[in-house]
Structure formats: structure tokens, C-alpha cells
């Protein structure tokens, strides 16, 4: 007979049905320790009731492989397999081989097979990830053969690469000395990682990162960057190295492989044996598992002097003396933390640093010598050994040394008074809000279970309980149990982390001309190791260069298992709502009995200057405290104690009528706390407290100067590019507005803006004058006049209660009755549609060109064509080829309009003629075959699918698709367009795209780099007039 499992639901103890396996010999339901299938040993299984799964961990007899399968009804399946690979050097050999093994096998021998999946596969992911002692490979999909097609390609990367005996390959993914390409012109440096790193190497954020891990771990594989450090990469890094480690550490006997979802774990078992045919255990022992090879031993380190590192900032740029960094750290443990300790680090972390009014931020931001919390804040414990670390940024530089006291009087004021019991409700209850949604975003839920149960694996050896990172009940239930009995929990935490001396002061300070001399060092080193390499390594690249520019042997392309586009279904798969009044409601989305709520105003009239700082507004909306009623801490408390959350946003979308915006305030909670939720969002919405709260509102706006620059310019570069790129298309109308809208909201004026306020904030004389007009902003965004809609999800809470949520929510305001503006390119101060941002702190470069197609063109085979450009021509063109570490294609069906950009580019000029030459490439008939073509639109189909989207973004693509007015049926024909597109008709697209006249080009960079490439005029940050 059939077997049937149930057990309660991770939310609200409602039952949750897994799928009836059969009732064969290695039916999951029967399959116990000591049994044998596949040639596996099962070494353990078990029920997770916290999340609703069953979990197994099998061993390979004969190669020792791991398997674990986290069995349940999910859809979106994943498949993984994870090495150890603890770093010995700085040449990011790890990180590079994480590259290199997805450029070809013995069984899928194409140049590229990763990029092929990429594009032709319907996969919800597709990547890898090197960690700073293991690398993983990560794949998911909704559908099963899709996801054995990923899985095969995969595996036989791993443990059948190409790059082990192909030499040249290591010249793209890690580096080379690129001739070049022009008369006159010198040699550079190139590779992916090696510029990845490059634009890592940028960012004071991740120099501050990388510097904690070093001083904290002197004596272990910790203290170098697996990812691979820019100045030791060309010197440390070579073939032999590669080979050497890929031996030593990709033995299948090494790795832990994963499968999660509602798939059958005997077929799964017998695939993966399949694989590890012909593998015996390996000889020499890893010893991954050892405590003490791969474990920091705690010890006395607070007498070492502050571990320093700079990085390039122009003293031109605001508030130069007052951008250091400064963190105090502690390595927590010399044993793995238990999930026990786990949950109450989380708690802690919560109770602590959550928010803002949380008391040790408090203390710190109220000291005045910092602006905003330091990079890592908090606990990450996704190493063997946790890291407890807290501080500062914008610190002035004659205040560095004294954040180090100020942290520890800081920690020893609040364990000596205690702390606040409504706070720790509060902080346990947002804690476990979290652990039972389990909300991971655009991450599918299997990638993140695999990311976090394969390190333990890993770490532990295959006798290890890897079940234990995913329960949380019980420790939950013992620390409510702890706190009610009185038990000074997290007053204990403070004086352990007082206690503990293996504690360092890390400080990241701006140097001047930092960059210039990162620089010249550059081509010094260029110029050594050219020398060092001679002829071998000339001939090395030259048979790279001659391998990225042959042709892949279509009977090679043809072994890459692929879904087929007559398999592709023609309906397309919509978001059921039921649309009344002001309420669309989505009562067929699962949310395991939770409830999500969004109120969305429509602020289509701002003016251009209420557009730059409505962020603001939406980010503070929650920070301010109420008139007359709760303080800021209260209204964290109110809100961790009865929601999952809190938070505003913004849309733009290109509407029929024009560009349209609205903002949203976003929350979720429990069944029960409905009513309580509206009236959260009605009080924040009608009574924030613009006025009273001052410092609150300069700490809000120096928080999101910060984030910019760090954040958005050069986190997001690309992303900046291509928006400042849309905004500078020369037509005007409604496809340009919306274009402009974001731009105004998120680009350089939203950061001119920012400083502009700050500067208002900070003089007594004009703080008000700030306030007020923020304060003018949020009224005229939000009042009843202004109100649209509620957009909810869940089978519960009825249609009525929506109603009434509605009412809460609907309150008399200031009504704004003035027409939805246009907002032109001249508003924005942009100064044409070619120009550069110059950025000083950017090593490693972002470019953008974005142009607009004619009304009447095909949306479905424009989006295909999209793909083509992106995955087919740029891939080579500017990755492979030009070693940018990313490249891509877009095309928005609302606004007609195709988007390029290029991602920690080395190359300007060379860059930007690969974009203008996208359309001629679609036009050439030996670019493309129509098996090429169909391929792309699998994956765009792929694209479109929504149902392993978590309940928030399905309202967010709801809401799009409503503020647009886009109906069903153009989705439908938008489909159908894709599914029918020819290579004639993406040949007609790219005529369309050469002889277009509306496009624009914006490239970020450094000064000298932009100079250089003839880049004028070039537009700087900060608004000298």
C-alpha cells in the first residue's frame, strides 16, 4: 500500500501533506539507517516536522560521495554538489577553478555549456559560489527533466573538466596579458577574476570584510582571500596550481551532493551512482573535518595595534575626512556553534543591532562619532567559527581609536542595566517569524536549505546530524523557557564577548590617489609577470584567443541536454486575483496561513524634486516615531511584536497614459494580526513624526548617502549606467518618463538630493526647512485622494476584512490635484545622450547603451532577440573575449526599449562598439540558426514562469502588471510571439536596431580611465555649482 506522511506546517501547525511515494523496496517512507540502495548506505534518516520534510543522508560505499536529499512537496527542485576547497594562497585558484570547470567537459566539450543552460533552460538557478573554504554548485528548477539536464551538465564539469588539460583556459577565467588591440596600443592585464576582483578590490565595504577575517584568523586558511586578491592573482596563480588543487580537493569521495524537493530519491540515488562509477575513496585524507588544522585556537590578541587598510576616495569628493571605518570583532568559538546557540546569536543580533532603536545601536549612533553601523554588524557564523563584530562608519579620522572603547562601555552599560523584556518579545518574535516563512526571496528554498546544510556536512563528515541546522522548535522552545524563568541570557552573551580577548580592531580610512597608485603598480606588475610567463605564457593566450574566437562543433552543442520548444507549453500561467473596489485580492497564493498586505498609493503628480527624495520619505516612513503617541523604540516594538515587517517602496512603470509611480507599504503577519497590521500601516502612513525627530531623520539620510556610494555605485554600477542611459534617450512621451522617474529616484540626482538635505539637516538654521519639505512629500503621495488599491494574498482573511483593511488605511489628507507631469531630460540635468559619470573610488568600469525600437515592433521576438544579444553575442564578446566579469541584454515590452550593459569591465571604448554593433551581429546569417533561435525563446518561456515565486513577489508582479494596465491577453500574445519568433524576424529586429535614432550611452569609471577613453563630457558626482 501507498504511504502517506504528514506533520505539522512550519507556520501555523496546520497539517502539510507530502506526496505518496511508492511502496517499493527503497521507498523513501521505509528507507532506515543501515539500508542499502544504489550502492549507498543509508547513514541517516529522519522527519524535520519544523519544515515539513524528510531528510536522508546516504554515503557511496565505494567512493565515500555524500548524498543528502531534503524530501518534500516543494516544486522548485535543486540540485548541488559542494567541495572543500580551504585557500593556501591569495591567488584565488578556488575561485578561478569555479570558473574554469563550467567551460567544458569530457561529455559537453563546447566552449561555454554554462551560458547554453543559462539561455535555453527553464532553471529558477543556475550558478556557483566559492566560499572562503568550500565551493558550490547550485542548480534548481520547477521541472524535472530540466533539472537532471542542469544536474548532468554539472556533474560532468566537475568531475570531467576540460581546464585540466587545456592550458588556456585558465588565461580567460583567471588572467593574461591581453595584447593590444590596436596600433600604439600597450598590454594590459586581463581575465574575469581577475577584474571580478578588481571591482571587489573597489569597494571599502569589502576591503573593511576581508580585512576582519585576516586578523582574526593569523594562523589558518582563513587569512587568505579564496577569492583571489588582485595584486597576488597574476603572481601566485598559474596551470600547474590549478591542476594541482583541482586533484586535491574535486575528488567525488570529498564532496556532498544534494537533491531537495518533491522528486523521487530513488531515482536520484541511482543517477548520482551512475556517476561515481569507477571512484574509489581517496588515498589521501583532506582532513576538512579537523578541528585543529582548520580551527582558530582563541587567544589574547587585544594587545595587537588596529589592522589598517585604505582606499582610494578624491578629498574633492563630500566629507573626505570623515569616511573611516572602524570595527571591533571577536572569533566567538573553538567548537561549532549548536542550533541552540544559533538561535539565541540570532535573537541577539535582533535585540541588539535589528533596528535602530535597538540599544547597542543606539549607543553607538548617539555618540556622534559615526553615521551609521560598520560593514558585518552583528553575527555571521557561516564559517566553522562565528564572528561577533560591531562598529562604525563615516568616522572622522581623529576618532578612530576611540570607537574601540566606546563599543565595550557601550556592550558593559547595557549587560550591567539589563535589557528590556518587551524588547526581547519583540526580537523573538521577529526571529521566529523568519525561521517559520523562511522568505528567501528570488533564492529558490532548495539552494538556500543546500547552502546551509552543506558546510555542515562539509565541516562534520557523514556521522554528523545535518537535521539539526534545521530545526528550530525546540531551541526556540528553550530559550522562551530560559527567558521566563528569569535566566540572564543575553546579558550572559555580553560578558562572554567582554571575556573573550581574541578580539581586533580593524579601520578602513580613504587615502588620496590611491587609485593612480593601484594603478602603476598595475602595470608594473603586468610588466613582471610578462617577463616571468616569456613565450609559454604569449603562447598560451594566443591559443585562447584562437580557441574564444572558433566555432563550437554543432554535434557538441547537440550533446547538451536541453528542453525542446514544441515541449514548451502555448497558455500562459497567470496570477489568479480578484480585483473589487479598491481591493485585488489573490486568495489562490500559498502562504501557509501567513498574510500579505500591500497599500498602494499613486504618486504619478510629484514633481521632479519630490522624485529625488521620495526614497527618502518611504525609508523613513518607519523611523521617525508618531505625533503625539509612540517613540521610535515603540513602534519597532509594535511592529517586531505583530508582523513579520514593515516596509515602503516604490514602482515605476510605463503605462499607456505615461510613466506612472506609486508607492508601497508593504507588510506581513499572522492570520490573527490583521486588523493590527492595517492599523500599523495607517499610523505610519497618516502620523509620522516629520518634525519632532531630527537626529532620527539626519541618521536616515547619512545611512542612505552611505549605501549609495557603496551600494549603488559600486555594487550596482552597471545598473546606474543603463538607468542614466534610459533617462538620456532623446524622445520624450510616456515610454521616457517612467524611464526619467527612476532615474530621478535612484540615480545621480536622488544622491545629489541626499546631500543636499544633508546639509539642510545639519545646520540648526535649516533642519526645519528639510523636514517640512520631506513631510510635503509623503502628504502628497500619500492621502485618501491618492489611495488605489490594497493588494493582498491568501485564501484568508475574506474579502470584507479587506474592506475594512482598506478603510483603516484611507485616511483625509493634503490632496495634491495637479496632472501627472512629464519629467524631461533637461529637469535631471542630463547633459545629452553620451557622457561619463566619474567616479573615483571605481577601479573597474560599468558601461550602458540603451536605444529605442519603433511602437509597432514584435514584443516576443524582441525579447528573444534580447536574449540572443545577451547571451550569444556579448557573453563572447565583452566576457570571454573582453574578461568583463558580466554582460547583458534586456528589452522592457512596455517601453520599447532594449538596455546593454557591461559589468566590472575592463574596456570603454571597445565595449561601447560591441553594443553599437549588436543590431548588425542579429542581422548576419552566420550569426544565428534556427535551432539557436528556439533555444533562446526556451529560455525566455522559462523566464515568464511565476510558480515558485514566494507570496511577495507574486503581489510585486501582480502590481506591475495593474499600474501598467496589462491585460491577460497581451501577456498571452506576448507568449505566443516568443514561442513563434524566426531568425528572419530577429533579422528584422536587428534593422530595426541600427537604423533606430533614439539611444543613449553612459559609462562610470574613474576620471583617468574615462579621459582615456575619449569619454566627454563627463558628469562628477558631486555638484560643484
Known amino acids: 500500500m501507498a504511504h502517506e506522511v504528514t506533520t505539522s506546517a512550519p507556520c501555523l501547525g496546520r497539517s502539510a501533506t507530502y506526496r ?12 532506515e539507517v ?24 546516504l554515503e557511496h560505499d565505494q567512493s565515500g560521495a555524500r548524498l543528502i536529499a531534503l524530501s518534500n512537496s516543494d516544486a522548485n527542485k535543486s540540485f548541488g554538489a559542494a567541495f572543500p576547497t580551504p585557500p593556501e594562497d591569495n591567488s584565488g585558484v578556488a575561485h578561478v577553478l569555479e570558473h574554469s570547470v563550467l567551460c567544458g567537459s569530457r561529455s559537453y566539450p563546447t566552449k561555454d555549456p554554462f551560458a547554453t543552460l543559462l539561455q535555453s533552460s527553464h532553471q529558477t ?3 556557483a559560489l566559492t566560499y572562503p573554504d568550500r565551493t558550490c554548485y547550485p542548480v534548481a528548477s520547477c521541472n524535472s527533466q530540466d533539472l537532471y539536464n542542469l544536474a548532468e551538465v554539472y556533474i560532468d564539469s566537475l568531475l570531467h573538466p576540460k581546464v585540466v588539460d587545456d592550458d588556456y583556459i585558465i588565461r580567460q577565467e583567471g588572467w593574461r596579458v591581453q595584447p593590444g588591440g590596436a596600433e600604439g596600443e600597450s598590454p594590459t592585464l586581463q581575465g574575469v577574476v581577475y577584474n571580478e576582483m578588481k571591482g571587489v578590490y573597489s569597494s571599502a565595504d569589502m576591503l573593511h570584510y576581508r580585512m576582519m577575517s585576516r586578523a582574526l584568523n593569523p594562523d589558518n586558511c582563513y587569512r587568505f582571500d579564496s577569492g583571489g586578491d588582485p595584486q597576488y592573482i597574476p603572481k601566485e596563480l598559474s596551470q600547474n596550481r590549478l591542476v594541482s588543487f583541482y586533484k586535491t580537493h574535486y575528488h567525488p569521495g570529498r564532496a556532498v551532493f544534494w537533491f531537495y524537493g518533491d522528486g523521487d530519491i530513488d531515482e536520484q ?76 546569536y540570532a535573537v541577539f543580533d535582533s535585540l541588539m543591532l535589528g533596528r ?72 523573538v518574535n521577529s526571529v521566529e517569524f523568519k525561521l517559520r516563512e523562511f522568505n528567501t526571496g528570488r533564492l529558490p528554498r532548495g539552494v538556500a536549505w543546500f547552502l546551509t546544510v552543506a558546510p555542515e556536512s562539509l565541516y562534520n563528515g557523514s556521522n554528523h546530524d545535518v537535521s539539526e541546522v534545521m530545526r528550530f522548535e525546540a531551541p526556540l522552545r528553550r530559550l522562551k523557557n530560559d527567558l521566563a524563568a528569569g535566566k540572564p541570557v543575553f546579558e550572559d552573551i555580553i560578558d562572554s564577548v567582554l ?58 552543442i547537440g550533446r547538451i541536454p536541453m528542453l525542446r520548444k514544441a515541449d514548451m507549453p ?89 510613466g506612472r509611480t506609486a508607492v508601497v507599504v508593504r507588510g506581513r503577519c499572522l492570520l490573527e494580526k490583521t486588523d493590527t497590521l492595517a492599523g500599523l500601516m495607517s499610523d505610519i502612513v497618516n502620523s509620522c513624526d516629520w518634525l519632532g525627530n531630527r537626529q532620527r531623520l539626519v541618521e536616515v539620510v547619512d545611512q542612505m548617502c552611505s549605501s549609495w556610494e557603496q551600494s549603488m555605485l559600486i555594487g550596482a554600477g552597471h545598473q546606474l549606467a543603463l538607468s542614466a542611459a534610459y533617462a538620456s534617450l532623446p524622445a520624450e512621451g510616456r515610454v521616457h518618463d517612467a524611464n526619467r522617474r527612476d532615474y530621478a529616484q535612484s540615480g545621480l540626482p536622488h544622491y545629489r538630493e ?272
Open 754 to 1025: 541626499l546631500l543636499r538635505l544633508r546639509g539642510l539637516l545639519r545646520s540648526d538654521d535649516t533642519w526645519e526647512e528639510a523636514a517640512k519639505a520631506l513631510k510635503a512629500t509623503a502628504d502628497h503621495a500619500m492621502n485618501r485622494s491618492t489611495f488605489s488599491i490594497v493588494s493582498a494574498a491568501g485564501p484568508e482573511p475574506s474579502r470584507e476584512t479587506w474592506e475594512a483593511f482598506r478603510e483603516r488605511l484611507a485616511v483625509p489628507g493634503s490632496a495634491r490635484t495637479a496632472s501627472p507631469l512629464m519629467i524631461s531630460a533637461e529637469s535631471l540635468c542630463i547633459p545629452g545622450g553620451f557622457y561619463g559619470i566619474a567616479a573615483p573610488s571605481v577601479q573597474i568600469g560599468y558601461n550602458s547603451r540603451a536605444l529605442t525600437v519603433p511602437e509597432d515592433t514584435d514584443v516576443g521576438t524582441a525579447i528573444v532577440a534580447a536574449q540572443l544579444v545577451s547571451m550569444n553575442y556579448m557573453w563572447q564578446q565583452i566576457r570571454m573575449q573582453g574578461g568583463a566579469y558580466g554582460a547583458s541584454c534586456q528589452f522592457n515590452h512596455r517601453s520599447k526599449t532594449f538596455g546593454m550593459t557591461t559589468y566590472r569591465d575592463p574596456h570603454v571604448r571597445r565595449s561601447l562598439e560591441v553594443m553599437r554593433d549588436a543590431g548588425k551581429w542579429l542581422q548576419d546569417p552566420s550569426s544565428l540558426d534556427p535551432s539557436t533561435v528556439d533555444q533562446a525563446a526556451v529560455g525566455v518561456i522559462g523566464q515568464l514562469e511565476i510558480g515558485h515565486l514566494m507570496p511577495d513577489e507574486v503581489l510585486r508582479v501582480s502590481l506591475t502588471r495593474w499600474l501598467a494596465g496589462e491585460s491577460p491577453e497581451e501577456r498571452q500574445a506576448r507568449r505566443v510571439g516568443i514561442l513563434e519568433a524566426t531568425r528572419e524576424g530577429i533579422q528584422k529586429i536587428g534593422q530595426r536596431i541600427c537604423e533606430t535614432e533614439s539611444s543613449a550611452e553612459v559609462c562610470i569609471a574613474n576620471e583617468t580611465v574615462l579621459t582615456e577613453a575619449g569619454i566627454s563630457p563627463l558628469l562628477p558626482l558631486v555638484n560643484d555649482a
Open 34 to 57: 543501515g539500508d542499502h540502495i544504489h550502492g549507498f548506505t543509508v547513514v541517516q534518516s529522519s522527519t524535520v516536522p519544523d519544515i515539513s520534510a524528510r531528510l536522508f543522508v
Open 125 to 127: 538557478f543556475l550558478n
Open 356 to 427: 535602530t532603536s535597538s540599544p547597542l545601536a543606539r549607543k553607538l549612533l548617539d555618540s556622534g562619532l559615526g553615521k551609521s553601523l560598520a560593514i558585518g554588524s552583528g553575527t555571521q557564523d557561516d564559517l566553522r567559527q562565528a564572528i561577533f563584530s560591531v562598529g562604525l562608519k563615516d568616522v572622522k579620522t581623529d576618532d578612530e581609536e576611540k570607537i574601540g572603547e566606546l563599543v565595550t562601555r557601550s556592550l558593559q552599560e547595557i549587560r550591567d542595566a539589563g535589557v528590556d523584556a518587551l524588547d526581547v518579545q519583540a526580537a
Open 570 to 658: 502555448r497558455e500562459e500561467n497567470e496570477i489568479h486575483s480578484d480585483e473589487s473596489g479598491d481591493v485585488l485580492w489573490h486568495p489562490e497564493v500559498r502562504t501557509q496561513g501567513l498574510v500579505y498586505a500591500d497599500a498602494v498609493f499613486d504618486a504619478t503628480t510629484l514633481s521632479v524634486e519630490d522624485q529625488t527624495r521620495l526614497p527618502v520619505v518611504m525609508k523613513a516612513l518607519t523611523e521617525l516615531g508618531l505625533q503625539e503617541g509612540d517613540s521610535v523604540q515603540e513602534l519597532h516594538r509594535r511592529i517586531e511584536t505583530n508582523t513579520g515587517g514593515l516596509a515602503g517602496g516604490i514602482v515605476n512603470v510605463a503605462a499607456t497614459e505615461g
Open 269 to 344: 540515488a541511482a543517477w548520482l551512482a551512475g556517476k561515481l562509477a569507477g571512484y574509489e575513496r581517496p588515498v589521501d585524507a583532506l582532513e576538512f573535518d579537523s578541528k585543529e588544522k582548520y580551527m582558530q585556537p582563541l587567544r589574547d590578541l587585544t594587545g595587537q595595534p588596529p589592522h589598517r587598510v585604505t582606499f582610494d576616495y578624491d578629498p574633492k569628493m563630500p566629507d573626505f575626512d570623515s569616511k573611516s571605518q572602524v570595527s571591533v570583532s571577536w572569533l566567538l568559538n573553538d567548537e561549532r556553534l549548536t542550533s541552540d546557540d544559533r538561535i539565541r
Open 499 to 556: 571575556k573573550n580577548k581574541h578580539c581586533v580592531t580593524v579601520v578602513t580610512s580613504p587615502e588620496e590617489g590611491k587609485g593612480e597608485r593601484l594603478r602603476q603598480r598595475e602595470r608594473e606588475l603586468m610588466e613582471e609577470v610578462r617577463q616571468e610567463g616569456g613565450e609559454e605564457l604569449a603562447d598560451q593566450t594566443k591559443r585562447m584567443m584562437a580557441w574564444q574566437n572558433s566555432e563550437d562543433i554543432p554535434e557538441d
Open 20 to 31: 505518496r511515494f511508492s511502496s517499493g523496496k527503497n521507498s523513501p517512507a521505509r528507507l
